[in-house]
């Protein structure tokens, strides 16, 4: 992957202490309880700043950012930078001049924090120039990586409900119909507080009650107004004048041949 032209900040620390460390005798680590803690050699401003997949330390003086050492970073972990065994404030860090020559020194944090800060800083650039260089060997060798095999393996088969889909289907396109009401008109119930309703007879019939012929309030073609019956002739209220006679004891008698009761 080819280094970006520009350099890229990753973490800055203010209060940062360097150390001269003795050379390690054995492979077993290095140890900050061996160093001088109490008289560091130099104490000063820390940034990490990334250039492509390069990450460099660099030690700068608070006030003037007048560079003090650089220590670049081509992998972590690594030789660049180690971690001590006894203690997470301090590591040790490989300087260069540019010249070729190179010295290990030793750098402590008075707060764990920005070592944590500093830990982390590195991992994730590393994390990232590791992803990149995934994608781009990708990108060059697509036909190599993992694919998605969408086909039936030998002897797979799978099943289908057809019935159940076109009886969904059936219930999505055909909706319920409504039942269809058996007259033209429908009865609304009576105001509240209201009489009860008069019964009203079929067209062209009248009802007698107490002898007399009730004409019904409303007549049904006139849509609610109150439009009175067509009054009978004289001559059709002579038919019904034995009904309007009472001859009997009794309250009420069924006439033969009528179909009418006289109340």
Request: glycine share 12%.
């Amino acid at each position: 992957m080819e280094e970006s032209g520009y350099e890229s900040v990753l973490c800055v620390k203010p209060d940062v202490h360097v150390y001269r460390i003795p050379p390690r005798a054995t492979n077993r680590g290095y140890r900050a309880a061996e160093w001088q803690l109490d008289q560091p050699s130099w104490s000063g401003r820390l940034r990490i700043t990334a250039k492509g997949q390069m990450a460099y330390i660099k030690l700068e003086d608070r006030t003037s950012g007048e560079l003090f050492a650089q220590a670049p970073v081509d992998q972590f972990p690594g030789t660049a930078v180690e971690s001590v065994t006894d203690s997470s404030r301090y590591f040790v860090i490989r300087i260069e001049d540019g010249n070729g020559r190179r010295a290990f020194i030793g750098i402590g944090f008075g707060d764990r924090g920005d070592a944590f800060d500093f830990n982390v800083a590195l991992q994730d650039h590393f994390k990232w120039v590791k992803q990149q260089c995934e994608f781009a060997k990708q990108a060059q060798n697509p036909d190599q990586g993992p694919k998605l095999d969408l086909g039936f393996k030998e002897g797979q088969t799978i099943k289908l409900n057809i019935a159940n889909m076109k009886k969904k289907e059936g219930a999505a396109g055909n909706p319920r119909a409504r039942p269809a009401s058996t007259g033209g008109l429908s009865l609304l119930p009576p105001p509240p507080g209201g009489k009860t309703s008069t019964l009203i007879p079929p067209p062209g019939e009248q009802l007698a009650v107490g002898g007399s012929l009730v004409q019904p309030a409303v007549a049904p073609s006139s849509g609610g107004a109150p439009v009175p019956w067509p009054q009978p002739n004289p001559a059709t209220a002579d038919i019904w004048g034995d009904f309007t006679k009472s001859t009997g004891s009794t309250s009420s008698q069924t006439q033969p041949g009528t179909g009418w009761v006289q109340f």
